[in-house]
């Protein structure tokens, strides 16, 4: 296995996605995601949900906390290293991305203004 030379990283790759009510006993539903530094994946993982997820957005949102949560721990540990990087999270239920820009959006200081 090589690895061959790659310019400077500056993101890290996160994909995450959800499989609602698969679990035929439990209705839980599992969250997976991979996430890569460049061209090289660094972590994956498959989890059960400790939650019944009522909806399929519902199960998505799980697993974009999740994978945010473990791409956030990835960032740090890079930072003590000296390494910055931003997180990049790949989900694929737009619904999902609009509604959480609307939640983690604040408004800028001259909005609150009046």
Not at 28 to 52: E, L, M, N
Not at 58 to 85: I, N, P
Request: charge should be negative; include cysteine.
């Amino acid at each position: 296995m090589s690895y061959p030379y790659q310019d400077e990283v500056k993101k890290l790759g996160t994909w995450v996605d959800s499989d609602h009510a698969g679990c035929q006993t439990t209705r839980k539903s599992t969250s997976a995601g991979v996430i890569t530094f460049g061209a090289c994946t660094i972590k994956t993982w498959s989890s059960t949900q400790g939650v019944v997820a009522l909806s399929s957005g519902e199960a998505e949102l799980y697993a974009m906390v999740k994978g945010g949560t473990v791409a956030t721990g990835l960032q740090s540990g890079l930072a003590d290293l000296g390494v910055t990087v931003q997180v990049e999270l790949g989900v694929d239920n737009q619904a999902l991305v609009d509604h959480s820009c609307l939640l983690y959006t604040s408004p800028s200081p001259r909005d609150l203004s009046t």
